[in-house]
């Protein structure tokens, strides 16, 4: 991240954005004091046994945004650099993000400041348990429903959901998503956030009128994400895939690579570079590659003033989160370039995690084409929602994500009233 931009207070950032929709939908006085505030917020300080028999205190939050339609749900990060800001920051782009797909969530977040890399697994276990007991009280299928995030994974879960089953007494697999299959996870959740991205570029093509059969994609940051996209947009619309790159740099080829060979190179040797036949690209090369559909799907930041002019897609598809700055947004908006904002390209992901606390709650498990058909008109559905307000308020899509979410938050809020 640009130092400039790493300095930014990044819930002083999705404040103002609050209140530049709340200037627009005309929400004023306690509605937007709610929205600008965490309903609440719990830090715990507790100590962990260390491998070599002595211990150390570490600092957790757990982020509940809003909670006006439905229980809480946001990842858990461990990382050094996890700070109250940042989770309360990430807790409300939840919110947001449950809101502009209409699933009957709030947003959380969770963070740990810790170094996972410098951690065994069975620190990391004593860890997870005893933060997961931590904030117990909190957590829950009807009231916060964690999830993993940057250093946490489906281990990671397994470890929640065992430490609070045991608190109760019985099994309960609707406290966490992003579990393993054997222990209540969902079938298609690995893939959803890159499928779900693929589904709204689809849609955003017709739009547009880009042709995506046959048409032209750069993909940044082909990992989890950006590779499933990348495979979705090949096999079953019919794109081109002609530039890709990960950390270590970019690959560049005009009639298209098939994106599971590329999948195989990067199993293989570790990174996408080097695949036979390829140009090798820089990485800010793939992000202004001549190509219709770009999905930025790595890091925050990558798409700023800088670089927006010479960016040639039509179609962005935001599966990374936070991949384009708001001076960027406004130049691509002038070259009338459809920037599909992460709030939803990327929902695909708490989409089908929300299926999988539906599986869980229910006792009942879909087969994998009923998740992604479901998975698929929620998408569909969503950005037909926004694309219709960037339209009607000639306004860009990140807008209207957020006119759509604001406004859905706020009607749940208004309609309960303030309780007493
Ligand atoms: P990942 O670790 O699987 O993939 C990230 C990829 O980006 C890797 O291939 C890595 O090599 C590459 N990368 C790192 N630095 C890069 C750079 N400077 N330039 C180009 N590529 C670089 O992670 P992921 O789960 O695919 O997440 C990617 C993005 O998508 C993140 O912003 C994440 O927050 C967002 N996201 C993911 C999910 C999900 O369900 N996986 C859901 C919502 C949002």
């Known amino acids: 991240m640009p130092k400039s931009e790493s300095s930014i207070n990044p819930f002083e950032t999705a404040k103002r954005q ?30 962990v046994r260390l491998d070599d028999g002595s211990s150390r205190v570490f600092t957790g939050h757990r982020v509940q945004y809003n909670m006006a339609r439905g229980p809480c749900k946001g990842g858990i990060r461990y990382h050094p650099q996890v700070t109250l800001d940042e989770v309360r920051a990430l807790a409300a782009w ?15 977040k969770g963070g740990v400041i810790c170094d996972p890399k410098h951690m065994s697994t069975g ?11 931590e904030i117990s009280s909190i957590i829950g299928p009807e009231i916060d429903i964690p ?3 940057v250093y946490t994974d489906s281990q990671t879960m397994a470890w929640i959901m065992d430490t609070y089953s045991m608190q109760k007494g019985y099994s309960v697999p609707g406290v966490v998503t992003g579990k393993p299959i054997s222990l209540g996870g969902s079938e298609g959740r690995g893939e959803a956030t ?58 560049y080829k005009a009639d298209g690579f098939n994106p599971h060979a590329v999948e195989e190179h990067k199993k293989k040797t570790g990174s996408v570079v080097g695949f036979p036949g390829a140009k090798a690209i820089s990485n800010e090369d793939v992000l202004e590659t001549k190509a219709d559909i770009l999905i930025p799907a790595a890091l ?17 598809g935001e599966a990374a989160n936070g991949p384009t700055v708001p001076e960027a947004d ?13 709030i939803l390209a990327n929902a695909g992901g708490v989409t089908v995690s929300y299926f999988e606390w539906a599986q869980d709650i229910q006792g009942y498990y879909w087969p994998l084409a009923e998740v992604n058909q479901r998975l698929e008109q929620v ?23 957020y006119v759509v979410a604001i406004q859905r938050v706020v009607d749940a809020m208004r309609i309960r009233g303030i309780y007493p």
């Open 194 to 251: 890159g499928r779900g991205c693929a589904y709204v570029v689809r849609e955003a093509a017709k739009d547009v009128g880009v042709r995506v059969k046959g048409g032209t994609v750069a993909v940044q940051g082909f990992g989890n994400a950006g590779s499933v996209a990348a495979n979705i947009l090949y096999d079953e619309q019919g794109a081109k895939i002609v530039a890709v790159s990960d950390s270590k740099g970019g690959i």
């Open 123 to 133: 620190e990391l276990e004593r860890l997870t348990r005893r933060f997961a007991s």
């Open 300 to 316: 925050e930041n990558q798409i700023t003033a800088k670089n927006a002019d010479r960016i040639s897609a039509k179609i962005i």
């Open 379 to 401: 998408m569909v559905r969503s950005y037909g929602d926004v694309h219709k307000v960037a339209t009607e308020r000639k306004v860009h899509h990140r807008t209207a994500a």
């Open 94 to 108: 939840m919110t947001w993000k449950c809101a502009t797909v209409n699933i009957p969530y709030g947003g959380a």
């Open 18 to 47: 609050v209140d530049i929709v709340a200037d627009m939908l005309g929400i004023n006085g306690g509605v937007r004091e709610i929205l600008k505030h965490p309903k609440r917020e719990l830090t715990v300080n507790f100590p």
């Open 330 to 342: 406004e130049i691509l908006f002038q070259k009338k370039v459809v920037v599909l904002p992460d």
């Open 147 to 149: 999830a993993p995030d």
